[in-house]
């Protein structure tokens, strides 16, 4: 699908944009277009991967709809990474998330419709699901738009891809503990009861390719992810980097906007989502897209009211099988 065509990574300089173009430089794409409004990331991303010509690094913002309008010509797939992604940050400054992740969001599409892009995934977040956090509100509108897309053109499809947390990505709580644990000998938790989505870097760009390959356009894909208590995450980490050494856990409280369980299927949801296999489900839309309700006839329905964090949680040496998995246990 992806060999000698032209692609777009907007926000391609973070750790899902790093572990993307590996996968996909092995595709052998003609070129890769890196969009993103950090220099210095671009910098350091275009040293590590400086012996490979099909990369090219663009500066630019999303915000900005003629960069984006530029960057999109001659595209044939269009990841669309770019958003502001820490609940803190979107709740207390909301307009610029609002200008990131929706306005930004609408850009991209006008861009790939009027560049007769092929297809534009976007990323999406277990927090768009019954939002709670402002953060959550922009990526649930972002997907809105994008699935509304569909109707505006035959010619781009346009495909959401839902996921919860990925391992070992910027301000990941594993680096968080690990810092404490080794510096301080003291971590500090939400909350212990809480639980979270997560899954590898890898294998999140694997699951990401396949809805890609095999999207109609207009729907949503949602991961099947494991499930843990951050407090089990914790243990995990401690054990291995202070065996013989007391760490102190404290517990923080709820910042705001968070919430203890995240979902990445809603209660109303669920009526109009499928189970497509047994990594993914695929929520359909609500408004009518010509030949998706056909193309996923034969799929049987959910037999979940929700999808939540809450169930289905995997144990202490399941969490560390994981970390090994993923090279984040020396």
Same mark, same amino acid.
């Given at each position: ?6 692609? $777009? ?16 430089l092995?595709?052998k ?9 950090n ?15 099909v ?5 630019g913002?999303v ?10 010509k ?15 940050v ?7 998330? $609002? ?16 560049n007769?892009?092929?297809k534009v ?10 939002p709670?956090n ?7 509108m ?6 509304n897309a569909n109707v $505006?053109?035959?010619?781009?499809k ?12 910027n301000?990941?709580v ?7 644990i ?10 212990k009861?809480?639980?979270r ?14 809805a890609?390959?095999?999207s109609?356009?207009?729907e949503?894909?949602v ?13 995990? $980490? ?11 856990i404290?517990?923080?409280g ?8 995240e979902?990445?299927?809603?209660e109303f ?15 359909l ?5 010509e030949?998706?309700?056909?193309y ?18 995997i ?14 246990l020396?």
């Open positions: 699908m992806f060999t000698n065509k032209k692609i $777009l990574i907007t926000g391609g300089t973070g750790s899902w944009g790093h572990e993307l173009v590996s996968q996909l092995e595709k794409p003609k070129e890769i277009r890196v969009f993103s409004r220099e210095s990331s671009q910098v350091s991303m275009s040293r590590k991967f400086e012996n490979d010509s990369l090219k690094f663009v500066i913002d915000r900005d709809k003629e960069a984006v309008f530029e960057a999109s001659g595209i044939d797939f269009i990841f669309h990474l770019a958003a502001l992604k820490h609940v803190p979107c709740e207390y400054q909301p307009l610029e998330a $609002l200008k990131t992740n929706v306005y930004g969001t609408q850009n991209v599409i006008d861009a790939a419709i009027a007769g892009v092929t995934i976007n990323i999406s977040t277990d927090k768009a699901a019954n709670s402002f953060y959550g509100f922009t990526k649930a972002g997907e809105k738009l994008i699935i $505006l053109t035959d010619k781009t346009f495909v959401c891809v839902r996921g919860g947390n990925v391992l070992g990505t301000g990941s594993i680096h968080v503990f690990k810092h404490g080794k510096t301080k000998s003291k971590i500090g938790i939400t909350d009861k809480m639980t989505f997560f899954l590898t870097i890898k294998d999140a760009i694997k699951l990401l390719f396949k890609t390959y095999e109609h356009g207009g949503i894909f991961m099947k992810m494991p499930t843990c208590k951050i407090i089990d995450l914790a243990r995990v $980490l401690i054990d291995q980097y202070s065996p013989d050494k007391e760490v102190d404290e517990e923080l709820i910042r705001p906007g968070e919430k203890l369980h979902l990445l299927l809603t949801e669920s009526h109009n989502t499928i189970v497509y296999d047994n990594e993914y489900f695929v929520i839309p609500t408004i009518p897209i030949g998706l309700m056909e996923y006839e034969d799929f049987p329905k959910v037999d979940l009211d929700t999808y939540s964090s809450s169930d289905n949680i144990s202490y040496d399941q969490i560390k099988t994981m970390l090994k998995d993923g090279g984040f020396e």
